[in-house]
Nanobody, 124 residues
Framework: QVQLVESGGGLVQPGESLTLSCQASGGLFSLYSMGWYRQVPGKRRELVATMPTGGYAKYGDSVKGRFTISRDDAKKSVYLRMDSLNPEDTAVYYC??????????????????WGPGTLVTVSS
């Protein structure tokens, strides 16, 4: 079963930087997109950044110019570099991927996979 595992969350002060990592593992699969969402209690999960395979990154309005997404497809990994963090960035950050599991050389229908989440706290 495909799993996404995040790392890199923690406590930082306003203005500091942090990088999140996420790696997909478990069987043979084809990645269509990898990205990040975040959620605070009482609010909807929102897009932070996403990058389709071979395509361009898309960012949420609140993080444009401060966050940078990148992928390493050889490692089946996605990263989120977060600069100029502020308290409003405090949230649980979830890794997300749309992928197809490959069975007998044939790709199944695409499905969405989520990581368990990693907490980022920005506070002085």
């Amino acid at each position: 079963q495909v799993q996404l595992v995040e790392s890199g969350g923690g406590l930082v002060q306003p203005g500091e930087s942090l990088t999140l990592s996420c790696q997909a593992s478990g069987g043979l699969f084809s990645l269509y997109s990898m990205g990040w969402y975040r959620q605070v209690p009482g609010k909807r999960r929102e897009l932070v950044a996403t990058m389709p395979t071979g395509g361009y990154a898309k960012y949420g309005d609140s993080v444009k110019g401060r966050f940078t997404i990148s992928r390493d497809d050889a490692k089946k990994s996605v990263y989120l570099r977060m600069d100029s963090l502020n308290p409003e960035d405090t949230a649980v950050y979830y890794c997300h991927s749309e992928l197809s599991i490959i069975r007998g050389g044939i790709a199944d229908s695409p499905l969405e996979v989520w990581g368990p989440g990693t907490l980022v706290t920005v506070s002085s």
